[in-house]
């Protein structure tokens, strides 16, 4: 069975940072991509940053120099690292699997985590 958990969501006031960890079991996850999305209040669920199977990084343009992903493999877990963060940040943000290359399509990604609250202040 395929568990993705995500963990590291909070409240942070704007300017502040967090860092997200997706811990992933029942895959062979050094052959899967690794996304992060994210669905703000009243939003669909958004693309925020994936990871390619060999390390290559992709980030929608408004995270570009504020988020920075990663994974390790030994440790089956994916991280996102946001710096700078806004109140248009607020959002439960979501780690998913594919095994579809450099795709940042949320349809191309079979498995998803549940999910974590990041609220950031004003």
């Known amino acids: 069975q395929v568990q993705l958990v995500e963990s590291g969501g909070g409240l942070v006031q704007a300017g502040g940072s967090l860092r997200l960890s997706c811990a992933a079991s029942g895959l062979a996850f050094s052959s899967y991509d690794m996304g992060w999305f994210r669905q703000g209040p009243g939003k669909e669920r958004a693309f925020v940053a994936r990871?390619?199977?060999?390390?290559?990084?992709t980030y929608a343009d408004s995270m570009k120099g504020r988020f920075t992903i990663s994974r390790d493999n030994v440790k089956n877990t994916v991280y996102l690292q946001m710096n700078s963060l806004k109140p248009e940040d607020t959002a439960v943000y979501y780690c998913?699997?594919?095994?579809?290359?450099?795709?940042?399509?949320?349809?191309?990604?079979?498995?998803w985590g549940q999910g974590t609250q990041v609220t950031v202040s004003s």
């Open positions: 998913a699997a594919s095994r579809i290359l450099y795709s940042i399509r949320s349809a191309d990604y079979e498995y």
């Open positions: 990871v390619t199977r060999s390390y290559i990084t």
